[in-house]
């Protein structure tokens, strides 16, 4: 008989005590409780893997009524327990440009520590909107990136290409192309085209090196293309030394030809130097490959003369008339 009373109170209550709410969670919401108070309990929560908080979470994240520094702790205790229902309000706050950068940027690293290859899409393309801090949320971005799971996913670098286009800082480039250079392939070449054409001589320099330590002999095509057009001695001796220390690659003789015309139309000697060299190596690889190959000698259009080399135009002073 006590055995069937107590069976019938436990399935009496056992729907009620499934339903009541942590009392945690009550403290939480309640916006009169202090705020360290609050962060405490929140925290220990989330260690204890309490998913329910997800939510309460982002919604006093959501609350513009609340304290920017709880927002901020709320931020980081998503990231903390992995809530990824929370990513696209984290990356609208990262477009909202009344907002601090340093409220932004916890956006960001709340991001990076949810760890979701979706979120990670979005945030990327979400930060080039060109604003003020976009470079600084990009240069936070691409540090998350590095430590990610998904730092050679191929979707992911057309998105670190997209960090060399216009109006991208050069310290965000070198930090994009550095990523890029640990994933080798002919994606990664494509994508390091933009920076090769950059306006900055020092962002084509890295971008140079970049491509060579990526592309290795697929890089040589890609460098002696450059030769033809690159109108800065700086770049061109680094694009030089970078062809000598490639790997001599199995070219047709067309390549040779061009590398001995534009060695020869090179007129700093260090530059030659290099040339000659990198030539050396690919006529060894391409024994028996010199007949049938182009006349060296047939027309072709001059590099235009270098920049640094050219006088500055100066604008005729004008002459006063006297009445």
Request: aromatic share 4%.
């Amino acid at each position: 008989m006590k055995r069937s009373v107590f069976f019938m109170l436990l399935v009496f209550l056992l729907p009620v005590l499934m339903s009541a709410e942590d009392p945690r969670m009550t403290t939480l919401k309640d916006r009169s409780e202090g705020m360290l108070a609050r962060q405490i309990i929140a925290k220990s929560m989330v260690k204890d893997r309490v998913l329910e908080v997800g939510p309460v979470l982002e919604t006093i994240l959501k609350n513009t009524k609340e304290e920017d520094r709880m927002r901020i702790f709320a931020m980081r205790q998503l990231g903390e327990l992995g809530y990824r229902e929370a990513g696209p309000v984290l990356i609208d706050i990262t477009k909202n440009k009344d907002l601090s950068v340093d409220f932004r940027k916890v956006c960001v690293e709340a991001v990076g520590a949810i760890n979701d290859k979706q979120l990670f899409l979005d945030m990327g393309m979400g930060i080039l909107l060109r604003d003020d801090v976009a470079n600084v949320l990009s240069k936070t971005y691409l540090d998350i990136l590095e430590k990610s799971r998904f730092r050679n996913d191929p979707e992911i670098l057309v998105v670190l290409g997209q960090f060399m286009s216009a109006g991208v800082k050069d310290y965000v480039k070198d930090r994009a192309m550095g990523l890029l250079s640990e994933s080798p392939g002919k994606e990664t070449l494509t994508l390091l085209m933009i920076a090769l054409s950059d306006k900055n001589p020092e962002v084509r320099k890295k971008a140079i090196v970049t491509v060579a330590k990526a592309g290795q002999g697929d890089a040589v095509t890609l460098f002696i293309s450059k030769l033809e057009e690159e109108t800065n001695a700086g770049v061109r001796a680094v694009l030089a030394e970078e062809l000598d220390k490639l790997p001599a690659p199995k070219l047709r003789h067309i390549w040779i030809a061009d590398l001995l015309y534009w060695m020869t139309e090179e007129p700093r000697a260090d530059i030659k130097k290099n040339l000659a060299s990198a030539l050396e190596k690919l006529k060894a690889a391409n024994q028996g490959a010199g007949s049938g190959g182009p006349d060296i000698s047939m027309p072709r259009t001059p590099r235009p003369p270098d920049k640094e080399d050219q006088p500055e135009q100066k604008t005729p002073a004008k002459k006063t008339v006297k009445k």
